[in-house]
């Protein structure tokens, strides 16, 4: 396999592998078809299918359906098309954990044979009573005394439907005491009178998922069970049931890893099906679900929601995922892929008066950086559309779009100016004259205009009528906890936007990017070229991260007892913003990514996604460590100075960068030793740790190393320290300096801070 660093289960694989406890890896998707897929199951599906693909094994699809009554054809139907279009195929047939009812029963009467199973007839709450807690012991029932015949003859009655729900089930006996509350005898069957979707009435039991499941992997000849971390303490339930049977090898292992939280977003089969069931949505694909179908039918990839779940990684603990994360996927893997094309949202017309006739433009459906070659005719006329806030008569400080006084450009045409603004009599701007400077077309421009941007346009007599469904986030709390925190403005409707006509006439492609608006997608189900409905699949920008502006941005999962970073945003400019109108889409992405991924600042993401050679060398040093924002700091202003000074002839590389970020993330060297370190490899080349390991320029942050020294500077600084008892606090960053000095610049400043401070109080 390709990728460097293995996951702790890739790891597991190939251990097992190389010392021969398996010949073959087999690992299963196991859901229990009682819902549509969700995100979360790419994730488990993603590790399942992948593991297997990675060492040439094999994977199966089994419906884990134990429980008649919740169970559904149409899921199992819905969790194959998931697996299908996020690029898996399952391995023979689609396996039932119901085609195995029979062979999991014989196992169970075996059991009952061994004596280590017994019927059991307390209630349902005697048996919680009987269990004990997490401090004291359970008891056992005294139906535990049953001969193995009785429990044989009772299990049989039960198969048969001889008993009503709840009157016995059957029970493993294994421990009353144990530590592990799910050890003490735990229930392996049930009796329901329902009708399972396969196997009919044929049953009056239904095996548990701790008895069905690792049983089912053993019939399968599963080598590697994986499953989400709740199901860690019945690992040992687990292996119980296989070493009790004495199950000839090689026998299944069960390891379990974290499963998927997404912020904004409530994931369970439950929590939908409530959605679905109470018309909030429209159905298990609308495109505002979490579910798979929801994805897709939004215009979402396979590949962005694979590269998502490649980027979170596999943990051992269990985090929350920024959805802004996955809206990165999306966008990146889009940007890089569909073309660009102009639609207006809210129509404002524009007449020109001083243009004549009409013409077709050329212009190419995809940005230079885009591999892909094509381009459409534009026609263009004296009557245009252009969207409704790209004109303003009272701009704000800092806009650089259409006013009465500000010229601007049309995308792929002419520069316009404002002649007279016509409103009706509620004082509405109905229509906008204007004039264009005929020497100012696109590609050839010699009229000499300044422009601030350019916006888009379609033009009036060819454009044609779209609906558009402008999708947004579900629920409108990071952590949502149910119905009254939807947000109400997850869908809007647009009746009547305006195309340019060449995506109706010539459809490149299904999803666009609709320039300055977002990327859109042909609805698969309700488009028709007489009322074509586009979805939008994401907003080129992530509008969430300033609205939670005091929360912070949170680039990858973190850990639980990991605090989250300060969050030191100044509130940023309008013009700030607008910058990012003026850059390439590549550009403008990567300034995206850069804040919302790796929470940068705007200034220091905006330096980096604006410079090819910085951005490259920012993302290459990235890729040797990943903590961001010291790299980014020092790419942004150390090496791009280096890189001015000495036109891109480095001495150093991105590893010097990277090594310079983590002592400094670890607090091994001060910001002032690092800002001569850098000096030194800029000259010298040679590697910041190698400098660092021969000068002894660890930063010094032992209290007992730094307090000595501390109070040296005081007595040797009397007339100051008396001076600063008298109320002359200023002098306390005097001594923090003098301390530096005295250390060469070695110590620690936050911890020569707190000692000083405390020195200083008495
Ligand atoms: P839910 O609780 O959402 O209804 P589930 O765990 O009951 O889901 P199953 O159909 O039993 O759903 O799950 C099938 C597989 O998918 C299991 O191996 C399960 O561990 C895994 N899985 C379910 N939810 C997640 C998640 N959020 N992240 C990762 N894996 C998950
Ligand atoms: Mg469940």
Redesign the pocket.
């Known amino acids: 396999m390709a990728k460097e660093r293995k996951d702790f289960l890739r790891r597991i694989v190939e251990e097992d592998l190389h010392s021969g406890r398996y010949k073959e890896v087999v690992t299963r998707?196991?859901?229990?078809p009682n819902?549509f897929p969700?995100i979360?199951?790419a994730?488990?599906i993603s590790i399942n299918f992948g593991i297997a693909e990675d060492f040439g094994g094999r994977c199966h699809l089994r419906m884990?359906d134990t429980n008649p009554t919740t169970e559904d054809p149409v899921y199992v139907e819905a969790l194959k098309d998931a697996v299908r279009w996020l690029g898996f195929e399952w391995d023979g047939e689609v396996r039932y954990t119901s085609d195995y009812f029979q062979r999991l029963y014989d196992y169970a009467v075996e059991l009952i044979k061994m004596g280590k199973a017994y019927v059991d007839s307390l209630s349902e709450e005697e048996i919680r009573e009987y269990r004990g807690s997490v401090t004291t012991a359970g008891r056992r029932s005294v139906y535990a005394e049953r001969s193995v015949e009785e429990n044989l003859e009772l299990f049989a009655r039960m198969r048969a439907g001889e008993f009503a729900e709840g009157e016995h089930v059957l029970r493993a006996r294994i421990d009353m005491a144990s530590p592990n509350m799910k050890m003490r005898d735990p229930l392996l069957y049930r009796i329901r009178h329902a009708s399972h979707y396969r196997t009919g009435d044929e049953w009056s039991v239904y095996p548990m998922y701790d008895f069905a499941h690792c049983l089912s992997d053993y019939i399968e000849g599963v080598t590697h069970s994986f499953?989400?971390l709740e199901f860690e303490n019945n690992r040992e339930i687990y292996d119980w049931i296989i070493d009790t049977l004495s199950l000839s090898p090689p026998r299944p292992h069960q390891y379990e890893f974290a499963?998927?939280n997404l912020s904004y977003t409530l994931?369970?089969?439950?929590r939908l099906l409530e959605l679905v069931e109470s018309g909030t949505v429209s159905g298990w694909d609308d495109p505002r679900m979490p579910t798979i179908a929801g994805y897709r039918r939004r215009g979402y990839t396979a590949e962005s929601i694979l590269r998502f779940c490649e980027q979170i990684g596999i943990a051992k603990a269990n985090s929350l995922v920024d959805v802004a994360q996955l809206e990165f996927c999306i966008r990146d893997d889009l940007n890089k892929k569909v073309p660009r094309v102009m639609c207006v949202l809210d129509p404002l017309k524009v007449r020109i008066v001083n243009y004549e006739g009409s013409e077709e433009l050329e212009a190419p459906y995809y940005p230079h950086d885009v591999p892909k070659e094509g381009s459409r005719k534009l026609p263009f006329s004296a009557e245009i559309y252009i969207d409704r806030k790209d004109f303003s008569q009272n701009p704000p400080k800092g806009y650089h779009r259409f006013t009465p006084e500000q010229p601007v450009r049309l995308r792929y045409a002419y520069i316009i100016r404002c002649k007279e603004v016509i409103k009706n009599e509620e004082g509405e701007i109905t229509e906008i004259l204007a004039e264009y400077y005929p020497d100012s077309k696109s590609g050839e421009d010699s009229s000499g205009i300044k422009v601030k941007s350019a916006i888009h346009w379609v033009e009036a007599g060819s454009a044609k009528k779209v609906q558009l469904r402008l999708y947004d986030r579900l629920y409108k709390a990071r952590e949502p906890e149910g119905m009254e925190d939807l947000n109400p403005d997850s869908l809007k409707i647009v009746e009547e936007a305006l195309i340019e006509p060449a995506v109706i006439e010539e459809k490149p492609d299904v999803r666009y990017q609709f320039e300055r608006e977002g990327y859109f997608y042909a609805d698969p189900i309700d488009y028709s070229d007489e009322r074509p409905v586009f979805n939008r699949i994401v907003t080129l920008k992530d509008s969430w991260a300033k609205k939670a502006q005091e929360k912070p941005v949170e680039p990858k999962e973190r850990k639980r007892n990991q605090a989250p970073k300060e969050k030191r945003e100044e509130p940023e400019r309008e013009s700030k913003q607008d910058d990012t109108l003026l850059m390439s889409d590549m550009e403008r992405e990567r300034f995206a990514d850069y804040r919302e991924r790796l929470g940068l600042r705007a200034e220091v993401a905006s330096t980096l996604a604006r410079d090819e050679e910085l951005s490259a060398f920012f993302q290459e040093a990235l890729e040797l460590y990943e903590e961001a924002e010291n790299i980014a700091k020092i790419v942004a202003n150390e090496v791009a100075r280096e890189m001015k000074k000495s036109r891109n002839e480095l001495a150093f590389g991105a590893k010097h960068v990277a090594q310079l970020a983590k002592m400094l993330d670890r607090e091994l060297i001060s910001t002032k030793i690092a800002k001569e370190l850098f000096e030194e490899m800029a000259k010298s080349g040679e590697e910041p740790e190698s400098i660092v390991e021969k000068r002894g320029l660890i930063q010094i942050s032992d209290p007992e190393t730094l307090s000595p020294v501390i109070e040296e500077v005081l007595t040797s600084n009397p007339e100051n320290l008396k001076r600063y008892k008298e109320g002359n606090e200023r002098l306390f960053g005097f001594f923090v300096g003098e301390v530096l000095k005295a250390t060469a610049g070695k110590a620690n400043p936050k911890v020569v801070n707190t000692l000083l401070r405390e020195r200083l109080k008495g």
């Not at 998707?29 to 229990?32: A, K, L, R």
């Not at 994931?267 to 439950?270: A, E, G, P, Q, V």
């Open positions: 998707f196991p859901p229990e819902g969700h979360g199951h994730k488990a884990d499953c989400t499963r998927l994931m369970s089969k439950r």
